[in-house]
């Protein structure tokens, strides 16, 4: 069964940091490069990071880099996203999934609220 499950989201204060994971059936995970997206209130969903299938190239949209970290854990079937000084148009709900369309079925998110 095909099968996306992100987690670690929470209230943050601006500066802060978070450790979001995603666990994925091995169906997905085992051939696909994968990416993490997110959705604020009124917008359309974007690609904030993704990773190759090996784990050594990488992307980053360019409102995150320098400050989020993509890794995947292939033998447990877990990707990672290492969020830092986080901003408060960092709020959003973070999604997995392949990297690229056709997607898979969306999971529920995990929501980042970025208060102080």
């Known amino acids: 069964q095909v099968q996306l499950v992100e987690s670690g989201g929470g209230l943050v204060q601006p500066g802060g940091s978070l450790r979001l994971s995603c666990a994925a059936s091995r169906s997905i995970f085992s051939a696909n490069a994968m990416g993490w997206f997110r959705q604020a209130p009124g917008k359309e969903r974007e690609l904030v990071a993704s990773?190759?299938?090996?784990?050594?190239?990488?992307y980053y949209a360019a409102s995150v880099k320098g400050r989020f970290t993509i890794s995947r854990d292939n033998a447990r079937n877990r990707m990672y996203l290492e969020m830092n000084s986080l901003k408060s148009e960092d709020a959003a709900v973070y999604f997995c999934n392949k990297d690229r369309a056709p997607w898979y079925y969306w999971g529920l998110g995990t929501l980042i609220t970025v208060s102080s």
């Open positions: 990773i190759s299938v090996s784990g050594d190239s990488t």
